[in-house]
């Protein structure tokens, strides 16, 4: 089982969008990370989102590069500020190749958890638009690659 972390595109200000649509630069961030992906030949079962608009926008463009086998899905417990131990629980049942779009400080604390085994770690550097792939090896997850936006044309 692989899991993908994906922080959300950039997106944006409150002031200028209640709903923070993502900006055109989030979009083309999100499109290398897909196209990389897709060009890898990473197979993806699911796409998980916290429905923002932001995260939504960002699964959506994800969705239609790589065409996970079960579709995106709105999951709770995925809010920036939400306890990771509803996601930590499900994980295991899943068996999937599962990618998680998602905001900080969620993503940050969640990584931390899986691979140290305790939230406030600061394992990864997460960025907009950036992908983290984990795999799980025994007990633990291990780090197998991290790529920002910017590393890609």
Request: hydrophobic content about 40%.
């Amino acid at each position: 089982m692989s899991l993908f972390l994906v922080q959300h595109g950039e997106a944006m200000p409150r002031e200028l969008d209640q709903d923070r649509h993502l900006t055109t630069q989030g979009e083309r961030d999100v499109r290398k990370i897909a196209r990389f992906l897709s060009v890898t030949g990473i197979l993806i079962d699911q796409i998980w989102h916290s429905g923002k608009t932001r995260a939504l926008e960002t699964a959506r463009i994800l969705n239609e590069e790589l065409q996970p086998s079960e579709g995106i899905i709105q999951m709770g417990g995925l809010a920036p500020k939400d306890h990771i131990g509803e996601i930590v629980e499900k994980l295991p049942q899943t068996g999937k190749n599962l990618m998680i779009v998602g905001h900080l400080p969620f993503l940050d604390k969640l990584c931390s958890f899986l691979v140290s085994g305790k939230e406030d770690r600061h394992i990864a550097a997460f960025t907009n638009g950036c992908i983290l792939c984990l795999e799980k090896s025994g007990e633990h997850w291990q780090i197998i690659f991290h790529v920002i936006p910017d590393l890609l044309e």
